[in-house]
């Protein structure tokens, strides 16, 4: 037998198991809503700032420093724009945390989440939620 009679024979038995397989998996997503469970590695070093009386992080242009902070549950947290441009730090997942915006040498606070976990944000206008350099994290513990 020829390959292509082989691949004809064959062919239509393994197309209708695939189709199966994938009608019996769907097609529907793992990840579940809320605060990412890990540390996020992608950001580089979490500073610790946990016990802080004042925790600041700096917006400068096209970075946050520091790009990852642990903190304590319902910690303020200060953005300062260091800058010469407008940033915003806008939570990947929407409402745990109010987005602000910041112009040039201003300020905005908020409070972070009570509940433990990782709560990444980005600056909407520099960056996105998966790539860029002005992303960072609040990490609750």
């Not at 890990?38 to 946050?64: F, I, K």
């Not at 908020?110 to 998966?130: D, I, M, N």
Request: glycine content about 8%.
């Amino acid at each position: 037998m020829t390959p292509i009679a082989l691949a004809r024979w064959f062919a239509p038995p393994l197309a209708g198991a695939l189709l199966a397989t994938i009608a019996a998996t769907g097609c529907t997503s793992t990840t579940a809503p809320g605060p990412d469970a890990g540390p996020p590695t992608d950001l580089g070093e979490v500073v610790d700032l946990r016990q802080q009386d004042q925790v600041s992080v700096e917006m400068a242009d096209n970075v946050y420093a520091p790009r990852a902070i642990e903190v304590d549950p319902g910690t303020a947290v200060t953005f300062h724009n260091e800058g010469a441009n407008v940033h915003d730090a806008t939570p990947t997942l929407d409402g745990t945390f109010p987005a602000v915006t910041v112009s040039p040498s201003e300020s905005a606070t908020v409070t972070v989440p009570t509940e433990p976990g990782t709560y990444r944000f980005y600056c909407s206008l520099h960056a996105s939620a998966g790539s860029g350099l002005q992303r960072g994290a609040f990490v609750v513990r």
